[in-house]
């Protein structure tokens, strides 16, 4: 019998601010046989992209540019 | 000379007076492309045919702005046509579209007469039906004005107008800057109800004239920038023959629909502060009120939602296009 069990998504808040921590279990249970089989998928880490709000600074160039209507 | 700047998702427009006190009005396109200087032929080419370009030599790379880059991503599709604003606000993410959208308004802008000219400017009201950042986008307006100055040197002083204040300015002086606004662009639907000018209310809605191009593009299979291109031909008031056309009236009949029900919903909650003895007339504006018989479709819905007002007429100017700008310019000359 096989099962993938994957947990419910976990933010966690960690030095380097907030991530997401996804942990799934593969197992598989042969009843016919002595043991057990389990496997472990790869943690993921996602990161939300983080967003700068700061303003940046403008020069003055400027183009031909516009139509007068 | 006072300056009014409408500065659009989709279009960036700058309005002043000429010696006869007329309006006069600049426009372009709020969009640029980014290619690669591969073919330094073509791009000489594109300069002598007047296409507006930036050039960053370091980095071989070079920017088409305005209409120019519209057109030539609607004949190359392979080149993403770049909105520096979505929604009616600036991206934060988008840092490098900001630079780009400095230089295309300090272009329009031109020179000035005196030092220190007074200059309104649109800005929206944060959306009620998704997350905008309309403060944000007011920091950078504000950033990018006071980084002007013109050939002479002289700068601007310059201040923020909301959206759909500055259209009950235009369009509403013979009945007191009295009534509501429905400012439809191509990122938001900006409303507003103000009394003798004052704000009673203002906010956005988050599904205009770009979210009409979106969903009927995906509906028909086609890119936005040729369903946008499609969309000056419908007319409200024929049979539309075309499936693009057809999804596109639908869209824009959701569209009404909504901004409808918020301006039913906002005289609602305005409550006592909405009452006035005259009827209320509803200006509706902006790009995406140019199709033939949007108004009268629009004017329909109003009657059947049944407003908590007593309702005058539904308005749209000759020119929607162009009313923010003028309104931002009205504001400006009775600042001081």
């Keep these: 019998m096989a099962r ?12 380097d601010g907030e991530c997401v921590v996804t942990i799934s279990l593969d197992i598989n249970i042969n009843l016919n ?37 | ?30 969009s640029f492309i980014e290619m690669e200087v591969g073919d330094r032929f073509v791009f000489n080419m594109m300069k002598k045919s007047g296409v507006p370009l930036i050039e960053r030599q370091e980095a071989g790379i070079a920017y088409a ?87 002479a040197g002289f700068k601007v002083n310059a201040n923020p107008i909301n959206e759909g204040l500055a259209v009950i300015y235009s369009e509403l002086e013979n009945k007191n800057f009295t009534g509501i606004s429905a400012s439809c662009g191509a990122g938001q639907v900006n409303l507003c109800f103000a009394i003798f000018g004052a704000p009673v209310f203002q906010f956005s809605i988050v599904n205009s004239g770009d979210w009409i191009d979106r969903q009927a593009a995906r509906a028909v299979g086609e890119s936005e920038v040729f369903v946008n291109k499609e969309k000056e031909k419908l007319d409200f008031t024929v049979q539309q023959d075309s499936l693009v056309l057809r999804a596109l009236k639908t869209q824009y009949e959701i569209m009404m629909q909504r901004t409808v029900a918020e301006i039913k919903r906002g005289l609602e909650t305005a409550g006592n502060k909405a009452r006035t003895d005259k009827p209320i007339d509803i200006v509706v504006a902006g790009g995406t009120s140019l199709p033939n018989g949007f108004d009268k479709a629009f004017a329909d ?30 504001a400006a000359e009775n600042a001081n």
């Design chain 2, 65 to 151: 702005l305005g209409e120019s880059a519209m057109k030539i991503a609607y004949t190359m599709p392979n080149l993403e046509l770049k909105r520096p604003m979505k929604d009616g606000c600036l991206n934060p993410k988008e840092k490098n579209a900001q630079q780009i959208m400095s230089i295309m308004i300090h272009s329009l802008l031109g020179n000035l007469k005196n030092d220190g000219e007074t200059l309104y400017y649109s800005v929206p009201a944060n959306a009620i039906n998704q997350e905008t950042d309309a403060d944000y986008h007011g920091k950078v307006l504000d950033g990018i004005f006071k980084a002007f100055q013109d050939d």
């Design chain 2, 1 to 30: 000379m006072p300056v009014g700047v409408d500065f659009g998702t989709m279009n960036l427009v700058v309005c002043r007076r000429d010696e006869s006190n007329n309006f006069v009005y600049t426009r372009e396109t709020n």
């Design chain 1, 4 to 15: 993938f069990e994957k947990l419910p998504v976990v933010k966690t808040v960690t030095k």
């Design chain 1, 33 to 69: 046989q002595n043991g057990i089989n389990i496997g472990v998928t790869t943690v993921e880490k996602q990161e939300e992209e983080k967003v700068d709000f700061v303003v940046p600074e403008f020069g003055n160039k400027k183009v031909a540019f516009g139509k007068k209507v």
């Design chain 2, 301 to 330: 819905l109003v009657v059947k939602a049944d407003l908590p007002i007593q309702l005058g007429e539904v308005l749209r100017p000759q020119d929607p296009l162009y009313c923010v700008a003028r309104g931002a310019l009205v």
